[in-house]
């Protein structure tokens, strides 16, 4: 995941302004990442899907604030590693009502790449890259297939 798999939106870029530019009107966001969805709800841009484990930079954080009418979901996923079942909370996720949180017991990092094999078509997902900024990727057929590749390259 060292190579952004859509476009890097530098740290100090990283705005409000900037965020809705790549948003669009009519967006399903998700998030991974404490950090990413944290700076989306202070920007009052709420994720209709955020993935967070309590963890940055390898360091124990707050969670970010929830709003009342999220879901909470939860699924163990060690680090380095994809369990089938986080991919099934991760589709159960995608066809309920938003927003929906899913805390991972364990890291979230590596599940961005199951999340953009089952998102919507033209959903947002959004994670940081350390050190360097946001990552924003526009989920299209192409997107799918490189995430799959990256998946089965894992197995």
Request: proline fraction near 8%.
């Amino acid at each position: 995941m060292k190579i952004p798999l859509g476009i890097l939106v530098p740290e100090d870029k990283t705005d409000k302004q900037t965020i809705l530019e790549h948003l669009g009107s009519d967006y399903y966001l998700i998030t991974v990442g404490d950090r990413t969805t944290e700076k989306m709800i202070d920007f009052g841009l709420i994720p209709s899907l955020q993935i967070v484990d309590g963890i940055e930079k390898r360091e124990k954080r707050i969670h970010p604030k929830i709003t009342s009418e999220t879901t909470e979901l939860s699924v163990d996923n060690p680090p380095a590693e994809i369990t089938n079942q986080s991919i099934e909370v991760i589709k159960k996720s995608l066809s309920m009502p938003s927003p929906v949180r899913l805390t991972v017991n364990g890291e979230e990092d590596l599940l961005v790449l199951p999340v953009c094999i089952h998102a919507p078509d033209n959903a947002i997902v959004m994670y940081g890259q350390p050190n360097e900024g946001l990552v924003i990727v526009t989920v299209t057929p192409e997107i799918r297939n490189k995430t799959q590749s990256l998946l089965d390259l894992m197995e």
